[in-house]
Each structure stands twice: as structure tokens, then as C-alpha cells.
């Protein structure tokens, strides 16, 4: 079933507006440009601070780019469905009978522009080991990884070259560390310590 675009309502647009108004507001600034084709993982990391979502917002509106991210099924219901829609969200059914690596995969197929942004730390904590999920999804919907940088000590960001994923987790990871190395988190002891540590799902 092919996928149909969706106009946000008023009250999405004004939330959205009022984030990347603080976004501009601290004086952040977007540099790079967006890999195309525009379907790709994007890697979001290291997740060290709450402000890590308002100013990743503001980089990809200035960047001219709808990310997309998975959400609990559970979560697109009244009234909040035609919000998390709106954000960019994608409804998953993480029930132990559904596959959520192939349902992406799916909608990588479905769609003709799809960035869909993953958190591999899935915490804002100290992390051991990333969940390898974003990995699977890239492979299996033969498209790239793309690097999202966030540098705290020059408020800019962007997006770093697409990495095609080989199967070798630890030899792109490698690719992966070497582009976070320039970028400083809001908490760098949280740093990227955990790349190479892979957590199955």
C-alpha cells in the first residue's frame, strides 16, 4: 500500500514552530548537506540531555528534512494519534509475535522519502551496550547509516556521509566512532563508550 502524506494540523505546527524557535534562540546553527536518496537510518547519538530532541528539531527544519521515528502502537490513539503522526512518528507493534526489524523494513518500502531516526543507546543514562536494532533495519532494507551530530562546544550540527552497512558491526561502527569523535555531547562523560558493545534485539 503505498504511503499518503499527511498535512499536520495547526496545533502540530506550532509546537514544532515554538522548538526550533528555541533552537535559533541559543544561537545553534545546521551545516552539512542531506545524502540522497533520503532513505537512510539515522543514527542519533550520544543521548545525554532532553535538549538533545528540541535542538536535533531545529537541525533537520533547517535542514529541510522530516525525520521519523518508531513509537508504541499504544501511542497513536485519540487524541494523541494525529500529533505523534504529525511529529513524525510511526506506529509499532512491539507484541512478541510481530517482527519490529521487518515492520521498518516494510515501511522503507513503502515509502518514497523516509529518515528514520534511531537512539541505539535508548537511554539518556550510562549505557553498556547499544541495541542493535537500527543496524538490522539498515541491512535489511538495503540502505545506508547516517551519522546525526550534535556538537555542544560549537552549538552546530548536522549530518555526517551515508555509511553503508557491509554486515561487519564492529568495522562500521569504527566508520561511526571516528565521525562522533569530533562532536562534543552536552554531557561528555556519557559519551560513545558503549559503540562497540552491541545489545541483540
Known amino acids: 500500500m503505498a504511503f499518503e502524506v499527511r498535512k499536520p494540523s495547526w496545533f502540530s505546527r506550532l509546537f514544532r514552530r515554538a522548538l526550533v524557535g528555541i533552537y535559533r534562540q541559543q ?52 487524541p494523541w494519534k494525529n500529533f505523534m503522526l504529525d511529529m513524525g512518528g510511526v506506529p509499532v507493534d512491539r507484541s512478541s509475535s510481530k517482527n519490529y526489524v521487518q515492520q521498518m523494513v516494510d515501511e522503507f518500502e513503502r515509502r518514497e522519502e523516509f529518515m528514520l531516526t534511531i537512539a541505539p543507546e535508548g537511554t539518556r543514562g550510562n549505557v553498556k551496550a547499544w541495541k542493535t536494532g537500527f543496524y538490522h533495519i539498515a541491512m535489511g532494507a538495503g540502505v545506508p547509516l547516517v551519522v546525526g551530530m550534535m556538537d555542544y562546544s560549537s552549538k552546530s550540527g548536522g549530518l555526517g556521509p551515508a555509511i553503508w552497512p557491509t554486515g561487519d558491526y564492529r568495522a562500521d561502527m569504527a566508520k561511526v566512532a571516528e565521525i562522533y569523535a569530533t562532536v562534543t555531547p552536552r554531557h561528555p562523560a556519557k559519551g560513545m563508550t558503549a559503540i562497540f558493545a552491541k545489545e541483540e534485539e
Open 27 to 78: 544561537g545553534w546553527r545546521a551545516h552539512g548537506v542531506v545524502p540522497e536518496p533520503r532513505k537512510f537510518v539515522l543514527i542519533a547519538a550520544p543521548h545525554t540531555s532532553n535538549w538533545d530532541f528540541v535542538y536535533f528539531l531545529g537541525l533537520t527544519e533547517e535542514l529541510g528534512i522530516m525525520p521519523h521515528f518508531m513509537g508504541k502502537k499504544s501511542l497513536f490513539r485519540w
